[in-house]
Each structure stands twice: as structure tokens, then as C-alpha cells.
């Protein structure tokens, strides 16, 4: 293999850094594939980071000792982060949005992956001091933000389905009372999917009284996992009082009104 220049070098090592978030590579590795000392490395890497830095794009973290390495987290400072939340409320206030029963129209959004990447790493950053080992969600429409926010803590994800499917084994299945419509649904999730002691981030895109995620966090009991806690990207203020008693949300749906075409969403601000 040709030389390769170091501009060239720090390109190819941030993408692999920024590829594999919160992945800890060693120094070694590094140094095999680009052939270069382990002095010359550690100039690249500062490079990276600096770059990073200036830009708000990320940090980069150097771990020491003989398991160390260096990871990329993904990350933005507080301000740039609220910023792009009212950007997104903004949007979302659009009078076209509403739906009858007072729902406000998000596909685009989650089904943007441009934007559920940004939101998921602003989730990961604002649980971080969770440490979950599964992010967990519900079909359907919150599974890109659900995935958005596994890739930014680099755990995997599970998806609980209203039905079980034979293809996914024997599954455990509770019935729950939505708390918006006040009506029995049944949820279910394979055995395989978590295992016992998994500390589990419920992720979902709308939540208005808590009952499909209070089925979630059962449901998780049910094979033995942890729930550490409740994201969404969305929460009603009301009612104020919610099915589960732990949660945050990056935006809150203050009021709706149908005929007049006004709804009222702000940012969570932390």
C-alpha cells in the first residue's frame, strides 16, 4: 500500500471514529492499519479533536492505560442543542400539523434521518448518567428515533410488537390500559431479546397519559430487565399527572386547538 499523507490519515481516522460512537479503539489498532508511530498517531487524534471542537461536531476521548484508547461521543454543547429543539418546534406548529384528537403530524421529522440522528444523540447525552445496555420501544413510529438513540450509545435496540411473531420465538405478552384511550391493547416481546438484568432506556416518539410506556416498563420486568428510565420526543403537559412516574421529553405539547388551527410546543429546556 501506497504512503498515505497524514491530511489523508485524519480524514479516514475520523470517520472511523465518528462511525462507531462511544466504541473504544486502542491505540495499537490504529497504529497497525495506518502504519505510523504511536507519537504520530497521537498528533492525529489531537487533530481530530480540536477540529471537533471548534465546530461543535463531537468529542473526542482519550482513555489511558493498557485498555485504553480513544472513542468519539457524540455531542453539542447545551445552547446548540436548544436551538435546534425551537428550530424543530417551530416546525412542528405548523397549523397544517394537526390532527383530529388533538395529535400533531411528525412522520417527516422521525422519518428524516438527518434529524433522529441529532435528536437520539441529544437523548444519549442527556442520559448519559443512565448507562443503559438496551434502548427499548414499541412499533412503529418510534423506532428510528429509538434507533437513533441505540447507534448514538452504541447499545443495540429492542422493539416490543402489539402481536408476536413466530419468527422471533417463544415471547413473553401482558395486556395494559392505554391512557388515552382507555382501552385493553396487548404488547409482547421475545425472551431473547433482553437479558436478565439489562438496564433498559424506553425511547418513543409522542406520550400523552403513560400507558403504552408503563406497558413497556412491565413488560421489561416481565423478563427480568431493568428500566433506568423514560425518554420521548415529545410529552402533553396534560395531564399533568402521567400513568408512569419518571420521564422526560425534548419538547412539550402545551395545548392544541383544532378549529382554530394553534397548537403550542416548546422546547424542554434542562
Not at 482513555?63 to 424543530?88: H, K, M, Q, W
Not at 416481565?222 to 419518571?246: D, M, R, S
Request: net charge positive; glycine share 8%; with cysteine.
Amino acid at each position: 500500500m501506497a504512503r498515505v499523507k497524514r491530511l489523508e490519515r485524519v480524514v479516514a481516522l475520523t470517520k472511523e471514529l465518528v462511525d462507531n460512537p462511544g466504541e473504544l479503539f486502542s491505540f495499537g489498532l490504529f497504529c497497525e492499519k495506518f502504519s505510523v508511530a504511536k507519537s504520530t498517531l497521537s498528533e492525529d487524534v489531537q487533530a481530530v479533536r480540536n477540529g471537533l471542537a471548534a465546530y461543535d461536531l463531537g468529542v473526542i476521548e482519550t482513555v489511558a492505560g493498557v485498555s485504553g484508547g480513544v472513542r468519539f461521543i457524540p455531542y453539542n454543547t447545551d445552547e446548540s442543542n436548544v436551538n435546534f429543539l425551537r428550530d424543530l418546534s417551530h416546525k412542528l406548529q405548523d397549523p397544517q400539523r394537526i390532527l383530529p384528537g388533538g395529535m400533531i403530524y411528525m412522520n417527516d421529522i422521525l422519518f428524516t434521518p438527518r434529524t433522529t440522528m441529532r435528536l437520539g444523540e441529544i437523548i444519549m447525552q442527556r442520559s448519559l448518567d443512565l448507562h443503559p445496555d438496551f434502548v427499548m420501544t414499541v412499533e412503529t413510529k418510534g423506532i428510528p428515533l429509538a434507533l437513533s438513540v441505540a447507534r448514538a450509545f452504541n447499545i443495540p435496540m429492542v422493539m416490543a410488537r402489539k402481536e408476536a411473531r413466530i419468527t422471533e420465538g417463544p415471547a413473553v405478552s401482558i395486556s395494559y390500559l392505554s391512557g388515552s384511550t382507555k382501552k385493553i391493547q396487548s404488547m409482547s416481546l421475545p425472551k431473547k431479546a433482553l437479558p436478565n438484568g439489562a438496564k433498559v432506556l424506553i425511547v418513543d416518539d409522542f406520550m400523552r397519559a403513560g400507558g403504552t410506556a408503563r406497558g413497556m416498563e412491565e413488560l421489561a420486568h416481565e423478563v427480568g430487565a431493568i428500566v433506568v428510565g423514560n425518554y420521548f420526543l415529545v410529552a402533553t403537559k396534560e395531564p399533568v399527572k402521567k400513568i408512569i412516574k419518571e420521564y422526560a421529553s425534548l419538547l412539550v405539547l402545551e395545548s392544541v386547538d383544532g378549529e382554530k388551527k394553534i397548537s403550542k410546543i416548546n422546547p424542554e429546556i434542562i
